[in-house]
């Protein structure tokens, strides 16, 4: 069985960091664009960042540009997201999901349970 789970979540203060990992079990996903999303409450689910299969190329919402890095390591099949100068309405629900290639743009597997982030001001 195909599954992603997320983790790394947590409480922290604005200016903060978090490293959030993205582990998949059940399938090779290395050929894969692996993608991260948010979603806060009341809002609908938004992208944050998405990493190419071989790493080499990465995208980020305008809004976290320069503050968080996306990163993989097929071997462990596993991404992470580096969360730093994390900011309050960073908080959200973080997931993780799997694109067919880098300009697809559409996640292909069931959501997971998904990382709590809360950034305190």
């Known amino acids: 069985q195909v599954q992603l789970v997320e983790s790394g979540g947590g409480l922290v203060q604005a200016g903060g960091s978090l490293r959030l990992s993205c582990t998949a079990s059940?399938?090779?996903?290395?050929?894969?664009?692996l993608a991260w999303y948010r979603q806060a409450p009341g809002k609908q689910r938004e992208l944050v960042a998405a990493?190419?299969?071989?790493?080499?190329?990465?995208r980020y919402a305008d809004s976290v540009k320069g503050r968080f890095t996306i990163s993989r390591d097929n071997a462990r099949n596993t991404m992470y997201l580096q969360m730093n100068s994390l900011k309050p309405e960073d908080t959200s629900v973080y997931y993780c999901?799997?694109?067919?290639?880098?300009?697809?743009?559409?996640?292909?597997?069931?959501w997971g349970q998904g990382t709590q982030v809360t950034v305190s001001s």
């Open positions: 990493i190419a299969s071989n790493g080499g190329d990465a």
């Open positions: 999901n799997v694109w067919i290639n880098f300009y697809s743009n559409r996640p292909i597997l069931p």
């Open positions: 059940g399938s090779d996903f290395s050929s894969n664009t």
